[in-house]
């Protein structure tokens, strides 16, 4: 079964076409990166319009590298939720007309969990369930327990902002660029982490074993200049940067470990943006008793192939979307549950 995957939940317009849940015959990221870089965010109004003018060449360049016209794709499969309203309702309407059009299935998917799915997609790594999911964007944290694609116990969560968000507010601050993960990544292989130290939260016990805070560490890395009333020109960037990352890296390893000793998952699957940072993988890849799985620098960030895999999963097994499917920018199921 071809199916065609459909992804803009955020500001990548993205559209691939993939076989049986793992072969990918074309995956086509159009990132909007440079309309956004000038206000260091998003703007939503601005990724919902170049949603509606790219999607359709997105789409037809999906096919064309695929080498296939628009009778070949059995399925489409298109991310609902979460995301921004405006920007997922471009590629969840063009979904829908395309299906209707062609009178094939379609299926509405959750974006963090086609994250989690990502490395299936790569023939030559083996996922098994259940395992540890480290999923890590700029809208979401959490560590979670996945059974199957559909199937996660979310263990924990941020309690204020996700860990992609702190790497763009710090960014942002210092005006390091955007987005602010890639680039303090880039920026730290020249500074000192031991140059700040940052405080981590005091969040490693009872019910929050396994939760995240990122609002402190956010705090500390922009109000630094004034507390130890150093001008911010003095200040080596680099080092900055290298200190903020080791302390966020530090703080999602401490959560991830307590949850792989207590549940006993040795096998760790990353996905989202932040999944993408260097110090994060090679810290991880330090850890000989863990399985760390993460996908190719190409399948982290937002991509539509992850979309078209994880749905064949829910076509195979005969669920079908119906045509008044609606959009969410939230999931409800990604808050804790505290016992
Ligand atoms: O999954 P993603 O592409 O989009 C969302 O679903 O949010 O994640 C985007 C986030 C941004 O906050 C970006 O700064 C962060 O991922 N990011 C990184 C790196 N590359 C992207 N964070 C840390 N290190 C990186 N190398
Ligand atoms: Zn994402």
Redesign the pocket.
């Known amino acids: 079964m071809k199916v065609l995957g459909i992804e803009t ?2 500001d990548e317009c993205a559209a691939a076409v993939v076989e049986s849940g793992e072969k990918i015959l074309s995956n086509v990221i159009a990132t909007q990166i440079p309309f956004h870089s000038i206000y260091n965010g998003v703007v939503p109004e601005i990724a919902s319009r170049k949603h509606t003018e790219w999607i359709y060449a997105v789409v037809k360049e999906a096919l064309d590298r695929a080498g296939l016209g628009i009778n070949d794709i059995d399925a489409v499969a298109v991310t609902s939720r979460p995301g921004l309203l405006g920007s997922l309702l471009v590629g969840l309407s063009f979904a829908k007309a395309f299906a209707w059009a062609r009178n094939i299935p379609y299926i509405t998917v959750d ?1 963090m969990l086609a ?1 989690l799915y990502a490395p299936r997609l790569l023939c030559e790594t083996n996922v098994e369930y259940p395992f540890l999911g480290l999923l890590v ?3 979401h944290t959490i560590i979670c327990r996945a059974d199957n694609f559909d199937d996660i116990t979310v263990l924990g969560t941020t309690i204020d902002d996700a860990a ?2 702190a ?2 507010k710090v960014a942002k601050y210092y005006g390091f660029g955007y ?4 680039v ?2 880039k920026m730290s292989r020249s500074g000192d982490s031991g140059a700040f130290n940052f405080p981590l939260p005091s969040l490693h016990k009872g019910d929050h074993r396994y939760d995240v805070s990122y609002s402190g560490l956010k705090t500390a890395a922009v109000n630094h200049p004034e507390l130890f009333r150093v001008k911010k020109e003095t200040i080596k960037n680099e080092d900055i940067a290298a200190s903020f990352q080791k302390a966020a890296v530090d703080i999602l390893l401490r959560a991830l470990l307590n949850a792989a000793e207590d549940t006993g998952l040795s096998t760790i699957v990353a996905g ?3 999944a ?3 110090y994060l993988r090679n810290c991880l890849a330090q850890h000989q008793e863990l399985n760390c799985i993460f996908p190719p620098l190409e399948l982290c ?2 991509n539509a192939a992850m979309i078209a895999g994880i749905g064949y999963h829910y076509l195979a097994r005969g669920e079908r979307s119906p045509l008044n499917a609606l959009a969410s920018a939230r999931v409800v199921g990604f808050k804790k549950k505290y016992p």
């Open positions: 939940s955020c974006h994250h964007s700029g809208g992609g968000e790497f763009d987005p602010g993960g890639a303090i990544d989202g943006g932040v993408a940072n260097s960030g937002d």
